[in-house]
């Protein structure tokens, strides 16, 4: 599976990449799919973040959130209010922590421990050939389920 396109923006602050996360979830018209570990997370735990993703969700976007409970690190978590989100425990764990919008923009998180305070994320947009190769993986792991 590839990780990067030309139309990725690496290289930024944890801050610009969160930013950048909201407006693609601010944008999104149809779906948003989300790949994660901790939901306890410091970004989705942020309020911005889980605004930005329950407006979507009232608009009719279906959002979709899979994860892999972390040991010690416990399930709730601000983005588990959202009224229609889907949320689905994984039995596998992700290969990457990775954010699908609308089949063509993505949110990939960097590798980082289980816990971490900060997680790094590329972001790649108008890539639905790279988002659809995510959107499989995302489908396997919840029909593993």
């Known amino acids: 599976m590839k990780f990067l396109s030309f139309n990725c923006i690496s290289n930024q602050t944890e801050e610009k990449t969160k930013q950048e996360s909201i407006k693609l979830f601010r944008g999104a018209n149809n779906s ?3 790949l994660a570990g901790n939901i ?3 970004f989705y735990s ?10 979507a969700a009232k608009r ?8 892999f409970p ?10 588990t209010k959202i009224q229609t989100l889907k949320l689905e425990r994984l039995k596998n764990r992700p290969i990457r922590h990775v ?7 993505l949110r990939i998180e960097a590798k980082h421990r289980d816990g971490s305070k900060t997680t790094p994320a590329i ?3 108008d890539d ?3 988002a659809s190769e995510w959107e499989s993986a995302f489908e396997s792991l919840v029909a593993a389920k």
């Open 32 to 34: 948003i799919k989300i």
């Open 40 to 42: 306890n997370s410091p």
């Open 46 to 55: 942020d309020e911005n973040v889980v605004d930005s993703l329950s407006d």
């Open 60 to 67: 009719g976007v279906k959002v979709e959130l899979a994860f």
């Open 70 to 79: 972390i040991a010690g690190q416990g399930t709730k978590s601000k983005i």
């Open 99 to 105: 954010t699908i919008v609308d089949g063509k923009h």
């Open 123 to 125: 972001i790649c947009k």
């Open 128 to 130: 639905p050939p790279l």
